[in-house]
């Protein structure tokens, strides 16, 4: 299983994101940015140039084009060698990649060790156990257009601990990630935090974790 999860970006540690997937091509999935439509756009044209200018070929992933047929979804990502998930609303995240049977899909990849799994912020909350705990930093409630609203409680579970990310950090979100924290605590969960510019990453099958930065 090959994983790069970062706080915020591409983070500082662009090496290790090179050797876990060495140039190829990447789908860039936006759905956390759905609920945003002003900042999807940006969001998109800035990750699209940073994961370009490392020598890869980005193209976009909308899942919402894969809801209700999870094999398309498996065809179109058959010749993928990375998903960048760029960040935004975990909730609405999670909906899409449940919708889209991406959930199932990016786990039997990660198994076949086929695929790298990268993104940040709710990308890196996505790959955890659940959500439980991140609605003190995102609305549960935001339900894009073409959403039932119905909330999706459950992450990846690619890692056996939460993360909260833009801890301490110059970040409007930053106060409240003192909150997920607390719950964290209160109720007794296994968690990391990163700071912006931090990145967890996990390159072989027995899931050892390394923070750089």
């Known amino acids: 299983m090959r994983l790069y999860l970062s706080s915020l970006g591409l983070g500082d540690a662009t090496p290790e994101l090179l050797a876990l997937a060495p140039r190829g091509r990447v789908a860039l999935i936006m759905n956390a940015l759905d609920g945003d439509a002003s900042s999807r756009g940006h969001w998109q044209a800035d990750q699209t140039q940073e994961l370009g200018a490392l020598g890869y070929r980005v193209d976009e992933l909308d899942l919402r084009r894969f809801f209700g047929t999870p094999d398309a979804l498996e065809a179109d990502l058959a010749d993928v060698d990375m998903v960048w998930i760029n960040g935004g609303n975990t909730f609405v995240l999670m909906r899409a990649m449940w919708l889209s049977g991406f959930n199932r899909i990016i786990a039997k990849r990660l198994t076949e060790n086929?695929?790298?799994?990268?993104?940040?912020?709710?990308?890196?909350?996505?790959?955890?156990?659940s959500l439980r705990g991140?609605?003190?930093?995102?609305?549960?409630?935001?339900?894009?257009?073409?959403?039932?609203?119905?909330?999706?409680?459950?992450?990846?579970?690619?890692?056996?601990?939460?993360?909260?990310?833009h801890y301490r950090s110059d970040h409007p979100e930053?106060?409240?990630?003192?909150?997920?924290?607390?719950?964290?605590?209160?109720?007794?969960?296994?968690?990391?935090?990163?700071?912006?510019?931090?990145?967890?990453?996990?390159?072989?099958?027995?899931?050892?974790?390394?923070?750089?930065?």
């Not at 086929?114 to 156990?129: D, N």
């Not at 609305?139 to 073409?146: F, K, L, Y």
């Not at 409240?176 to 967890?200: H, K, N, S």
Request: no cysteine.
């Open 114 to 129: 086929s695929i790298v799994y990268g993104g940040f912020s709710a990308a890196t909350i996505a790959a955890t156990p």
């Open 134 to 165: 991140i609605e003190a930093v995102d609305d549960p409630r935001q339900v894009p257009e073409g959403y039932p609203g119905e909330i999706v409680w459950d992450g990846l579970g690619l890692v056996p601990f939460r993360v909260a990310v």
């Open 174 to 213: 930053s106060d409240d990630v003192e909150e997920e924290i607390a719950f964290y605590e209160r109720e007794g969960l296994a968690y990391r935090t990163l700071r912006d510019g931090q990145v967890l990453v996990v390159k072989d099958a027995v899931g050892g974790v390394e923070l750089i930065g």
